[in-house]
């Protein structure tokens, strides 16, 4: 089938919480687009997970039964704070795992994302489960969290190690920012008073095909250039640590784990009139995949929506779909 289409109904998240759409007409509004499959928070979006009521799986039945959507991923995220006073123990982060593998499967899915920073050490124990359903665990390489950090590193030498069909990873294009998004640069300086100078140093460094994250990674977490331009910690430090979650890599970063991707985010923070993303050059990406016989979904995940200012309008709805336009007249090109 080669490279397809997807959204994350992550993206559409205030649609659903101020109850605007309920999940049924969330996906039928996503295959409205042309998608050819959807992504789901069950956390978010199925009560009671990962251990539903029939009468929840009945209901989730009945949409897909009557959407047909592809099922693209399972978002997931292992909760280790669900007690006050304690951390789940390893065993009781494996058995929630495995519940989680057997919710997937009830569900229809067949790829598990593992939320960046799950330890690599839940693998092995959980394996033997995955393979039962058929659910594949990925880990996700998000910006901030990519290629060459440590805990990440440690996920991807324990797949190596362990070679399953069913283990693997989803990269998310936040590792691929060329640009910081706008809609986050505008958003600080409007509501925190950031530093405009503090802006335009970060997008300075991206411009010079750097970026923040990695200057503070390769010097013990230092940054003395960046730190001259905090004049107020109140004002700049949350731009200043956000900018350490998107990173400007070459895609060349996939080169060695290739065989290992089982689903892509596609992440959204804007979308310009001239059809494009402000932030990442998408078609790159795509070629890639192309180049690489890539089987799987490249899903819309938006998050451009917790930019917007209070009491403004929240343009998921047509961020979406001008980004699924951007994304299957990119797969034609390359997949014909």
């Keep these: 089938m080669g490279i397809k289409s997807s959204v994350s109904l992550y993206s559409l998240q205030y649609q659903y919480l ?3 759409m309920d ?13 050819d499959g959807i992504e789901l928070l069950p956390d ?9 009521s029939e009468e929840t799986y009945a209901a989730w039945d009945k949409i897909i039964e009557k959407h047909h959507p592809g099922l693209a991923c399972d978002d997931i995220f292992l909760n280790t704070n669900l007690y006050s006073n304690r951390t789940l123990t390893k065993r009781e982060c494996v058995d929630l795992i495995k519940k989680e593998i057997v919710m997937a499967h ?5 790829v598990i994302r593992l939320v960046s920073m799950v ?3 839940i693998l092995e124990p959980c394996l033997e489960t995955a393979e039962k359903y ?3 665990l990925c880990i996700e390489i998000h910006g901030g969290l ?3 950090v440590p805990k990440t590193e440690e996920f991807l030498e324990e797949m190596i190690r362990l070679d399953s069909p069913y283990i693997g990873i989803v990269p998310d294009t936040s590792i691929f920012c060329r640009r910081p998004p706008r809609v986050v640069d505008e958003y600080c300086m409007d509501i925190y008073g950031t530093n405009p100078d503090l802006v335009k140093y970060v997008n300075d460094v991206f411009a010079s095909g750097k970026d923040t994250f990695h200057i503070r990674l390769e010097n013990n977490g230092q940054n003395p250039e960046m730190d001259k331009y905090i004049k107020d910690p109140a004002k700049d430090m949350f731009y200043a640590s956000n900018c350490d979650g998107y990173e400007n890599v070459p895609v060349s970063v996939m080169e060695p784990f290739a065989k290992y991707i089982q689903h892509f985010h596609f992440k959204l923070y804007e979308m310009t009139e001239e059809g494009l993303e402000y932030s990442m050059n998408y078609e790159e990406v795509i070629k890639f995949l192309h180049e690489h016989n890539y089987n799987g979904y490249v899903s819309t995940e938006y998050e451009g929506n917790r930019w917007v200012k209070p009491g403004g309008y929240i343009p998921e709805k047509e961020q979406v779909a001008a980004h699924q336009k951007l994304i299957q007249s990119l797969i034609k090109k390359y997949e014909g």
Excluded: C, H
Aim: charged content about 15%; proline content about 8%.
């Design 146 to 148: 990519g290629f060459g």
């Design 44 to 52: 978010q979006m199925l009560k009671g997970t990962p251990t539903p």
């Design 106 to 110: 009830r569900l229809g899915f067949k």
């Design 18 to 20: 101020r109850g605007n």
């Design 23 to 35: 999940l049924e007409q969330i996906v039928d509004y996503v295959m409205g687009l042309g998608a």
């Design 134 to 136: 058929g659910v594949s």
């Design 119 to 121: 330890p690599a050490w």
